[in-house]
């Protein structure tokens, strides 16, 4: 089993077939999923699964914690978006990566994109937080140039 951080490949799809909508208010909404290393994520993934995901702990519950999305942005011609990070507290967890997925009707639970922690990340009887990076055109979780 292996988790390989990388965009979806059917999200690339969606993308440019309209089915997913990154704008901060009225776009779709996403939600971040955290597994275990048991778990098998990478570029072929194309839904959210509750297989090998972290059992429920605290304020962390199956199907994972909503994304606050801070909207979208272009500079220097690459695209990108971003995201608020994402706590959950009160948490006993063993994770090794994540899953972000669209949660919205038209696309219901399609993955977005995979995060490789790189090693397990642990959190005992405390906050286990996914800190997202600057959203800049060269370190934006998700970005999108020609």
């Known amino acids: 089993m292996a988790i390989t951080q990388a965009i979806a490949n059917a999200f690339k799809k969606q993308?440019?077939?309209?089915?997913?909508?990154?704008?901060?208010?009225?776009?779709?909404?996403?939600?971040?999923?955290?597994?275990?290393?048991?778990?098998?994520?990478?570029?072929?993934t194309t839904a959210y699964s509750a297989t090998n995901e972290v059992a429920n702990s605290g304020t962390y519950a199956a199907g994972g914690g909503a994304l606050t999305n801070s909207g979208t942005s272009i500079t220097d011609g690459v695209a990108r978006c971003d995201f608020a990070d994402l706590s959950f507290t009160g948490v006993t967890i063993t994770s090794r990566g994540a899953l972000i997925y669209n949660t919205s009707s038209a696309v219901t639970n399609a993955a977005v994109c995979v995060l490789d922690f790189g090693?397990?990340?642990?959190?005992?009887?405390?906050?286990?937080?996914?800190q997202f990076p600057a959203p800049t055109s060269t370190a934006a979780i998700l970005r999108v140039s020609g």
């Open 119 to 130: 090693a397990d990340k642990t959190a005992t009887s405390g906050t286990f937080t996914i």
């Open 15 to 44: 993308l440019l077939e309209g089915d997913q909508n990154f704008a901060s208010s009225s776009g779709d909404k996403f939600k971040l999923a955290l597994y275990t290393s048991s778990a098998t994520l990478n570029s072929t």
